[in-house]
Structure formats: structure tokens, C-alpha cells
């Protein structure tokens, strides 16, 4: 029985859709960014996140985010208020790249005025990165300014399945570039990679059964080299053969309704149902 819901926070890279040095260029029309700044366009794209929220026997409702990247604040003030999300009960992280952490220093709104503070769960790795960017939210005897500053408390994992608000998270580790790691994660029937070049062969047997696939599909053809194509994405998605796959971390070269439609035709074909997912998309699921 579906007991929980999943709402995309984002579905971009880093630089969001539109591209704003699209919209001001003198020459070059592209008419993805053009019509993502249209109220409602499904090609507007924030950071690649999701929030996992479950409610519990007493109605309380039980959030956790992954990710909170450049675009947290405008993605939390779209999305939240709509959909009744009144706290963040944990964060968990799948890497420490900007559009994955950018807005770590923004939760300072939620532990100053909601709760008093927020777990976050991340790789050593991730933990000493953000510590050189963020050095007063991991020691906050190093913040200047009045105002304070978000209260954090992090929790280093490795690759062991771990526990957050009484859901299991495993931990899919997969190549994200020639020198990286990123963990994907694995919990309920569903499986979220959003940044990954690469899926060893020990993650995918992690992955196998899962229902729903949540997969990087930076743009179609151009190669990247630390994203998948939407070629490789396919490809994977043809071998774990879910009920549902939903592409994320999308480029400005993705426009939203005319790639569906031909991915809507390889459903007909191979009964393989695949879609870009857009901002602010629900999700009903298993955990
Ligand atoms: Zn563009
Ligand atoms: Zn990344």
C-alpha cells in the first residue's frame, strides 16, 4: 500500500532552467529557457531535490529532504506552503557539489523560527567538504554576523542501510564524474540516483526490484562525463525494468513535452514507462 508521498523540490543541473544568459543573449534564441520563465512551464527547473513525507497514525507529518542545493529557498517557498510542509525532520545528502549543498546556510529560517534543530545525514567526505565552505555551520563558534546561524547536527553514514524518521535509506554509491563519488539512495520500492556518470555493478544489484527509479538524464546525445545521458539513462532503466522511472537533473537542452511524447512512445513499444519529472510533481509510494 502506497503510505507515503515524494515531491519533487527540483529536476535541474546546477545552473537551474532558464538559463539566464539565454534570455540575454543578442543572437542565440533558445526556446526551452524562453519558455520556462512562463508562470507554471514545466522546463522551469530548480536543483535537483526531493522531500519524502510520511504521516504518521497521529496525522503528524514527518519530512525529510534530500539535498538542499542553490535553489532550496525558492523551491521551499514554492512548494512548501501548498503542500502543507511546516518542518524539515531530517536532510539527507547524496554529495557535496553546490547545487547538492548550496543551501545548507538557508535552514537558519527553520531552526531559528520551526524547530530547533535538523540531522543531517551525509558521507566523512561530504562532512569535511562542507566544512571548508561552511566552517560556522559545522562549528558555529565560527559564525560572525547577528542573526545566527542554522543549527546542524550532522551525522556521518557509510555504506551501511541507515535509519532517518523510521525510514531505511540504502546507500547506492555510483561514479559521478572521473575523480567522484555520489551516494544514490534506495528506500521503500524506490531507487534516487540524481547525480551519477557511471552504476557499478555491486550498486545495481542493490537496486534490482525496486518499482520506482528515479534517474539522472542530463540531456539527450551530448555526452557530459559526469552525467548520464538520457541514451544511458534509458539503457540503465531497460535492465532494472521498474513500474515507473522518472528522469531528473535535466539541462536547458530537455524541452519537457516534446521529449515525453517520445518517451511516451517507447511505453507503447516496450511497455517500459519512462518520463521526465517537472517541479513541484507528486508521488505517491511505498516506504
Ligand atoms: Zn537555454
Ligand atoms: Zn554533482
Redesign the pocket.
Known amino acids: 500500500m502506497n503510505n507515503a508521498t515524494l515531491l519533487f523540490l527540483g529536476t535541474g543541473t546546477s545552473e537551474g532552467v532558464p538559463r539566464v544568459s539565454c534570455l540575454t543573449h543578442p543572437e542565440k534564441h533558445c526556446e526551452v529557457c524562453h519558455d520556462a520563465i512562463k508562470v507554471g512551464s514545466p522546463n522551469r527547473r530548480r536543483n535537483t531535490s526531493i522531500l519524502i513525507s510520511k504521516t504518521l497514525k497521529n496525522k503528524k507529518k514527518l519530512n525529510v529532504l534530500i539535498d538542499v542545493g542553490k535553489f532550496f529557498y525558492e523551491s521551499s517557498m514554492n512548494w512548501f506552503p501548498p503542500n502543507t510542509i511546516k518542518t524539515i525532520d531530517a536532510i539527507v545528502l547524496t554529495?557535496s557539489?553546490a547545487?547538492?549543498v548550496g543551501g545548507l546556510d538557508d535552514l537558519r529560517d527553520w531552526t531559528n523560527n520551526t524547530q530547533n534543530i535538523i540531522n543531517v545525514y551525509l558521507r566523512k567526505t561530504d562532512l569535511v567538504s562542507i566544512s571548508r565552505s561552511y566552517d560556522y555551520l559545522v562549528d558555529r563558534s565560527k559564525q560572525t554576523g547577528g542573526g545566527g546561524v542554522a543549527n546542524l547536527k550532522f551525522n556521518v553514514i557509510d555504506h551501511n542501510p541507515f535509519e532517518v524518521c523510521g525510514i531505511k535509506f540504502t546507500p547506492l554509491p555510483v561514479i559521478?564524474g572521473p575523480t567522484q563519488l555520489?551516494n544514490g539512495y534506495r528506500f521503500g520500492n524506490v531507487t534516487y540516483i540524481s547525480?551519477t556518470s557511471s552504476i557499478p555493478s555491486e550498486t545495481q544489484k542493490l537496486i534490482s526490484g525496486s518499482e520506482i527509479l528515479i534517474l539522472d538524464a542530463l540531456r539527450p546525445r551530448k555526452t557530459h562525463g559526469?552525467h548520464f545521458t538520457l541514451e544511458e539513462a534509458i539503457a540503465f532503466a531497460r535492465t532494472v525494468k521498474p513500474n515507473k522511472t522518472l528522469f531528473t537533473d535535466a539541462a536547458h537542452d530537455v524541452n519537457h513535452v516534446q521529449i515525453n511524447d517520445y518517451l511516451k512512445k517507447i511505453l507503447w513499444d516496450e511497455n517500459l514507462d519512462m518520463q521526465y519529472a517537472y517541479d513541484g510533481q507528486k508521488l505517491q509510494i511505498k516506504l
Do not use: F, G, L
Open positions: 554529495h557539489h547545487d547538492a559521478h555520489a547525480d559526469t
